[in-house]
């Protein structure tokens, strides 16, 4: 397995699971777009359009910088 292939899957898989997790915790839904192949997260109560594929992406270049945990934590205080 390639390298690429394996941060591909990575990934999908907490991107994946981050998108439920914001769900889950503020409400909303997956956003599809097939024509730009992008999917994200509309959070529902403010209209928050998160895309926790970019999120881990950014995760992976930058470390600690960029962490889903802060993320979460920033997307939390946006929503209240």
């Known amino acids: ?28 839904q997956w956003i599809v777009d097939s ?5 994200t997260v509309l959070i529902s109560n403010k209209f928050i359009e998160v895309n926790p594929f970019d999120v881990v992406k950014k995760f992976i270049k930058f470390g600690a910088e960029k962490s889903i945990v802060s993320h979460y934590i920033f997307t939390n205080m946006i929503r209240n």
């Open 1 to 28: 397995i390639s390298d690429f292939n394996r941060k591909s899957n990575i990934i999908l898989n907490i991107g994946s699971f981050y998108g439920q997790l914001l769900i889950e915790r503020f409400g909303g």
């Open 35 to 39: 024509q730009i192949d992008k999917c």
